[in-house]
């Protein structure tokens, strides 16, 4: 499964990483039970918007790789403390300084149609992958490679031309199925709408914005999960979903800060449930399109950076549960500099970077004006997330003591996906992303990653940086990596593409009634497939 490989979009790889954050920790300690595992009952999720293809080579949202990542598989994945082990390889060889992995697969899996898998499969799905004909951002990693060989059914090897320390992770990248889509139009595939693959879980229904329906694979390699069924609801409103929680008619959510702190402390929730907080692996930023004329200049974003108080968004929105974000690493891990450019809150500051930038004169309104045209622009960010909204909505304020005018649109999902970040067509906007475990950030900061439904949509172009991510993801000594790495990010602090905001806590609430949920480095769900629900507790009954 393709654990931390995407949450909004892109989540990305590692070779090597020391954890330096403690596990997440259970606020109410998990029921202690003589009761053995048992199988049944099904793990009813709440998710804000609905998946847009299943397809995961084809999905750039977090809601279509969520899925994904039960009904596929990769060669490898993470163990709980972040090290690569095994998936649909059982091992593997790295020789010629690196430049050589040799894969040996397992035996007797099969996809959840009954057809066996093999080196076949993993060709196939490197072959599909690097097509220019398939619309992906998720090629890059396997252009790195030079050759690649099924040499029998269980043997599946990869050479390098130069060394690619992601090597190994980014065959984490789901296996595709080459019986049911060599030769064909993959955009067009059913497998968009109904997948088959051979992960624990084995698609069941699909109803477009309400619900999609997983039931377990009793034939799974690592043995039969014992949660019987997983149903995603869509519900895009957080507030009717923490009502949904409430009754009980979930069983599992991310929580809002206030809902962690004050709406969930009382006896119906105490008695009930089990919360999880850790620092994410996450960041929320202010991204601007630098194809917009008001944002070419970095004076302007660093302006802006100045003008935003980040603390007041992390006491006032996350409620202290969060820090501010400094780049795209996250906090005391291997990559992270925490020795870049600062941008405190100074709104003298940012008014002087404004003027310096032409923009010198107040209008009427006490709006700034450059050649007569007022600084207006517009951030959009995605319905249901009312943590996005309220920053939208504190940044306005702030900016508009500098004489920047902030409008903000809400939209639905999917549209806001499609019909604006893949089309470019937004002033700014306000999204997060997944913070790697390596700091391979090639796709979504290089210059060559800006075409339609690629990651780098804000439009960055630094040569310097896109050299840096080159080097970077072709050394292997860690040292040496953290070099370019630290760089990239005084170079990010420098340039402001992004505002980076805050790495919030993550905020799992889950219905105690599911055993078997043990916190680590990585997070909850690794072992999700272990999870459990003791016979005499079970509540639903999953028809296959």
């Given amino acids: 499964m393709r654990a931390f490989r995407l949450l909004f979009f892109l989540s990305l790889i590692i070779i090597s990483f020391t954890a330096c954050d403690k596990k997440p920790a259970a606020v109410k300690a998990q029921p202690l039970s003589a009761k053995q595992p048992a199988y049944g009952d099904i793990l009813v999720r709440g998710e804000i918007g609905d998946a847009s293809n299943l397809i995961p080579l084809l999905a750039s949202d977090?809601?279509?790789?969520?899925?994904?990542?039960?009904?596929?598989?990769?060669?490898?994945?993470?163990?709980?403390?972040?090290?690569?082990?095994?998936?649909?390889?059982?091992?593997?060889?790295?020789?010629?300084?690196?430049?050589?992995?040799?894969?040996?697969?397992?035996?007797?899996?099969?996809?959840?149609?009954?057809?066996?898998?093999?080196?076949?499969?993993?060709?196939?799905?490197?072959?599909?992958?690097?097509?220019?004909?398939?619309?992906?951002?998720?090629?890059?990693?396997?252009?790195?490679?030079?050759?690649?060989?099924?040499?029998?059914?269980?043997?599946?090897?990869?050479?390098?031309?130069?060394?690619?320390?992601?090597?190994?992770?980014?065959?984490?990248?789901?296996?595709?199925?080459?019986?049911?889509?060599?030769?064909?139009?993959?955009?067009?595939?059913?497998?968009?709408?109904?997948?088959?693959?051979?992960?624990?879980?084995?698609?069941?229904?699909?109803?477009?914005?309400?619900?999609?329906?997983?039931?377990?694979?009793?034939?799974?390699?690592?043995?039969?999960?014992?949660?019987?069924?997983?149903?995603?609801?869509?519900?895009?409103?957080?507030?009717?979903?923490?009502?949904?929680?409430?009754?009980?008619?979930?069983?599992?959510?991310?929580?809002?800060?206030?809902?962690?702190?004050?709406?969930?402390?009382?006896?119906?929730?105490?008695?009930?449930f089990n919360k999880y907080r850790y620092l994410s692996f996450a960041y929320t930023y202010l991204g601007y399109n630098l194809k917009n004329p008001l944002f070419t200049d970095k004076r302007v974003r660093q302006a802006i950076s100045y003008a935003i108080n980040k603390d007041e968004i992390i006491s006032g929105v996350l409620l202290g549960l969060g820090k501010p974000a400094t780049g795209p690493y996250k906090h005391g891990t291997w990559a992270y500099n925490d020795k870049v450019k600062i941008y405190n809150y100074s709104p003298q500051k940012a008014s002087e970077l404004l003027r310096e930038a032409g923009w010198t004169k107040l209008n009427s309104d006490g709006v700034l004006e450059k050649d007569g045209k007022p600084f207006v622009f517009e951030i959009v960010t995605n319905q249901g997330n009312d943590t996005r909204q309220k920053c939208a909505e504190i940044i306005q304020r702030q900016l508009a003591e500098v004489g920047i005018t902030v409008k903000i649109r809400i939209l639905e999902w999917s549209a806001f996906v499609t019909n604006f970040i893949n089309k470019r067509r937004f002033d700014a906007v306000i999204l997060g992303w997944t913070i790697p475990l390596d700091p391979d950030a090639y796709d979504v900061w290089h210059s060559s990653k800006t075409k339609p439904e690629e990651l780098n949509f804000i439009s960055y172009n630094n040569k310097e940086a896109d050299k840096i991510l080159e080097k970077g993801r072709s050394t292997f000594d860690q040292k040496e990596r953290k070099k370019y790495y630290d760089r990239f990010q005084e170079i990010l602090a420098e340039d402001q593409p992004y505002t980076f905001l805050y790495v919030p806590e993550a905020l799992i609430i889950t219905h105690n009634r599911f055993r078997g949920i043990e916190p680590a480095p990585i997070g909850l769900e690794y072992n999700f497939i272990k999870w459990y629900v003791p016979k005499d507790e079970q509540k639903y009954t999953m028809t296959r």
């Fill in 62 to 272: 977090s809601p279509s790789h969520s899925i994904a990542g039960m009904v596929y598989n990769g060669l490898v994945k993470y163990d709980k403390d972040m090290n690569i082990v095994g998936d649909l390889a059982e091992s593997w060889d790295i020789t010629a300084k690196g430049l050589v992995i040799t894969f040996h697969l397992r035996k007797g899996v099969k996809w959840h149609d009954g057809q066996p898998f093999t080196a076949a499969d993993v060709l196939y799905t490197y072959q599909v992958t690097v097509d220019p004909k398939t619309p992906t951002a998720y090629a890059e990693d396997f252009r790195a490679v030079k050759k690649a060989e099924a040499l029998d059914d269980y043997t599946f090897r990869v050479t390098y031309d130069k060394p690619f320390a992601p090597a190994l992770i980014s065959w984490s990248s789901s296996i595709l199925p080459r019986h049911l889509l060599s030769g064909k139009d993959i955009t067009k595939s059913p497998l968009a709408r109904h997948p088959i693959g051979t992960g624990p879980y084995k698609f069941k229904e699909w109803v477009a914005g309400q619900k999609i329906v997983l039931v377990s694979n009793p034939d799974y390699f690592e043995g039969r999960p014992y949660i019987d069924g997983q149903i995603t609801r869509i519900i895009p409103d957080t507030a009717t979903m923490f009502l949904e929680l409430r009754a009980q008619n979930l069983g599992m959510m991310g929580l809002t800060p206030l809902q962690y702190t004050r709406q969930t402390e009382n006896n119906l929730f105490k008695n009930n």
